[in-house]
């Protein structure tokens, strides 16, 4: 466990593979590619970005076309599904499917912020209330608590079956990781490629990484967290770690950390065909405990 540390040369490392990374490549792969066109303003990117984290599930071929779907029967503005539903608009939303995840409940998402909308301007403010309250892991609270609609049963009516579950909150007894509100944050809040900086009070030094399952497997290789299974303290321990490589941005390098893995540039086991030119190699567990020259 003791030499399960990050290495001195890490931030000079991880900045090389950044500054070696194809973004292009991998911003076409990523979700975040699908969302960027249905944010023309604040509100639509604050829209479209729960939504299509909310979709994040799965790998990033079917996220895309989940959102692109779902773009398709809201006419290229998701905000329009808040509005008053058209017969042939509900039937399409009732057949969408993305894994688990039905339309009805993407329905009830819709109903849940135009009520958010009709009393506030923007969802940053309840984050913020959250991140008063408990910090970042209260400002996810809060945001769980506001897309799951606590309190409009009686306006609403029930939501459907597993809806509650889309929002998981850090204080919830399974301590989630909570990846996506993580990530949705992560995009409202950064104003640096690929995020889209529509939120201006939340500092992204308060930013957590979102913990998928290749961010966690590089983070755990490279010695920001021991811990084998994802839970929110790892989250919170992997972002500190990252702090204090770049306590200004911490999640700077997190598109670089999931998509080396999404990629498949990063094998996930010794290959020295693929490790030999991977920067972070003489950091990698892999290739430290049996020596780098290996
Ligand atoms: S050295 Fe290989 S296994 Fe380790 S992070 Fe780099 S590509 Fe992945």
């Not at 400002?139 to 029930?158: F, H, K, M, S, V």
């Not at 590089?218 to 084998?228: D, E, F, Q």
């Not at 290959?271 to 990698?284: E, F, K, N, T, Y």
Request: glycine share 10%.
């Amino acid at each position: 466990m003791g030499a399960h540390r990050p290495t001195p040369e890490l931030p000079r490392h991880l900045e090389a593979l950044y500054a070696r990374f194809p973004f292009d490549r991998s911003w076409d792969d990523d979700p975040v590619s699908e969302v960027r066109p249905l944010a023309g303003t604040p509100r639509q990117a604050e829209v479209a970005g729960l939504f299509a984290a909310t979709l994040a599930i799965g790998n990033t071929t079917a996220i895309r076309g989940a959102v692109r779907r779902l773009a398709g029967i809201a006419d290229g503005d998701l905000t329009s599904l808040l509005g008053p539903a058209t017969p042939g608009r509900t039937a399409r939303l009732t057949a969408f499917r993305h894994r688990w995840i039905r339309g009805d409940q993407l329905g009830y998402l819709a109903r849940v912020l135009a009520e958010y909308y009709s009393r506030r301007p923007s969802l940053e403010g309840a984050f913020l209330d959250g991140l008063d309250r408990g910090g970042f892991a209260g400002g996810i609270d809060a945001l769980a608590r506001t897309a799951r609609g606590e309190g409009l049963a009686g306006r609403l009516g029930p939501p459907p079956p597993g809806y509650r579950a889309l929002f998981p909150s850090p204080w919830d007894p399974t301590a989630s990781p909570c990846k996506r509100l993580t990530l949705f944050v992560r995009w409202m809040v950064r104003d640096r490629f690929p995020d889209f900086g529509v939120w201006r009070r939340v500092p992204t030094g308060e930013l957590r990484v979102p913990l998928d399952q290749h961010v966690h497997w590089i983070a755990y290789h490279l010695g920001l967290t021991a811990r084998r299974s994802r839970s929110w303290s790892v989250v919170e321990e992997v972002s500190e770690a990252l702090r204090r490589i770049d306590p200004i941005d911490p999640t700077r390098y997190d598109f670089v950390l999931c998509h080396t893995g999404i990629s498949g540039d990063c094998p996930k086991e010794r290959d020295l065909a693929v490790c030999g030119p991977c920067s972070v190699r003489p950091d990698c567990l892999l290739w430290r405990r049996r020596g780098a020259a290996a």
